[in-house]
């Protein structure tokens, strides 16, 4: 098991640039914000074995998704592109073991992970690079293992915007494309459905009104 290394792409770059920016901004906006991805990571920690391994991708400042996912006590690892959310991240839980980097990079032993979270990450990825990491994600995965995540609903090689006052990324497929794709990987869809990230968000909220597609999938069991 190793850390992502590999030369970033200029979108990556940034989404690397943007987040090491607005590390701490970004950190105050979801440290206590009890959207939608509070709920997915609860549904990942029930299905839990003991001694599980759990990866999340895109762990920002390690709130509030690293820190439920360490409250269960299993082996965590958390990766994100962004080195300044990874430090925020080590202080607020050190338990965890970190790999920073492209997620598309990351060296993890085949079935070896029993959860995966992935909130709003892979949709930082070209879209084109999508298929292979959830491909990635399926391989890593016990048989039996879940992963909950977010893809986002247009049709969209490549959208820019500012993001708290950075440049972001962002790529996408369409709601039937992407549920295709994750079929595709190998995946069994155990839960889909399009939502607003939170309820009552304020109007001056950068997710106000933005919706995503929230799926827990599971990497179906061996043939016996």
Known sequence: MANATSDLSVDKKIVQDGYDKMAEKYDDWT??????????????????????????????????ILEMLAKTGAKVLANDISTAMIELAKKRCPEATFMPGDMTALDIAPSSLHAVAAFFSIIHLPREEQPTMLSKIHGWLADGGQTAFTLACMDASEIRSSFFGQDMFWSSFDVKSSKAMVQAAGFEILQAEVLEVAEDVDPDDPDYGVKFLWILAKKPEAAA
């Open 31 to 64: 440290k206590d914000d009890p959207r939608n991805r509070t709920h997915y990571t609860e549904l990942l920690i029930k299905n839990l074995p003991p001694n599980a391994t759990v990866l999340e991708i895109g762990c920002g400042a390690g709130a509030p």
